[in-house]
């Protein structure tokens, strides 16, 4: 599986961006697309994902609830996360990632995820 994400960039406090992530290769019936974020000096920590297991499931970190939203295009193999009301404490090096045949209690974990993109750059100013 390779990852392509893509829409980064520099936004005020209070924009929007939407990252998208381009996925390609085969997958199993059973996995999510994460997106995860890592600032300077910080850990990698998990920001929203969507599983697919029969239907499908959008998970969030807590922080981010009601302001972000993951959604897909199962057409374009895309997976996107629109990102509103953002603050300088987003700002970050943005990954998508795969994880196969994962379970719910897996999802928000890094260690869960096998393939990962090359990272996208959000910058909030204040």
């Known amino acids: 599986v390779q990852l392509q994400a893509s829409g980064g960039g520099l936004v005020q406090a209070g924009g929007s961006l939407r990252l998208s992530c381009a996925a390609s290769?085969?997958?199993?019936?059973?996995?999510?697309i994460g997106w995860f974020r890592q600032a300077p000096g910080k850990e990698r920590e998990f920001v929203a994902a969507i599983r697919w297991s029969g239907g499908s499931t959008v998970y969030y970190e807590e922080s981010v609830k009601g302001r972000f939203t993951v959604s897909s295009d199962k057409a374009k193999d895309t997976v996107y996360l629109q990102m509103n009301s953002l603050t300088p404490e987003d700002t970050a090096l943005y990954y998508c990632?795969?994880?196969?045949?994962?379970?719910?209690?897996?999802?928000?974990?890094?260690?869960?995820?096998?393939?990962w993109g090359q990272g996208t750059l959000v910058t909030v100013s204040s």
């Open positions: 290769g085969r997958t199993s019936s059973n996995y999510a």
């Open positions: 990632a795969v994880a196969m045949r994962v379970i719910t209690s897996g999802v928000r974990k890094v260690g869960s995820y096998g393939y």
